[in-house]
């Protein structure tokens, strides 16, 4: 086994296995990074509220839709309740309410 020396690189390196990797890497995850990030970002406060409940509730949007009509009323319910106990909690603090999009 020998030591690549200063100026010399590794046969990995001097491949471009470990880049070739890491890039492969970084493409795979930027994209997904990316648009996750877009799809918040252009989320209402109200559409994001609703996401993060529902996350805590261990649910998604699909899987809400695919339900039975009487199961999602429930999780409608217990959504609306949630909802309006984060208002009131909030209602003393200022901008809380104000969605300050421009």
Not at 18 to 37: C, I, M, Q, W, Y
Not at 61 to 71: G, L, N, R, T
């Amino acid at each position: 086994m020998s030591v690549a020396g200063i100026g010399q690189a590794s046969n990995l390196f001097a491949s471009g296995a470990v880049g070739a990797a890491t890039s492969l890497a970084g493409a795979a995850a930027k994209p997904d990074a990316k648009a996750e990030f877009l799809k918040w970002a252009h989320m209402t406060p109200a559409e994001r509220m609703r996401a993060n409940l529902l996350s805590s509730m261990g649910l998604t949007e699909d899987q809400v839709a695919a339900m039975s009509p009487e199961d999602r009323k429930k999780v409608e319910d217990k959504l609306r309740e949630l909802i309006e106990q984060k208002v009131k909690e909030n209602v003393e603090r200022p901008g809380q309410l104000v969605d300050r999009k421009v």
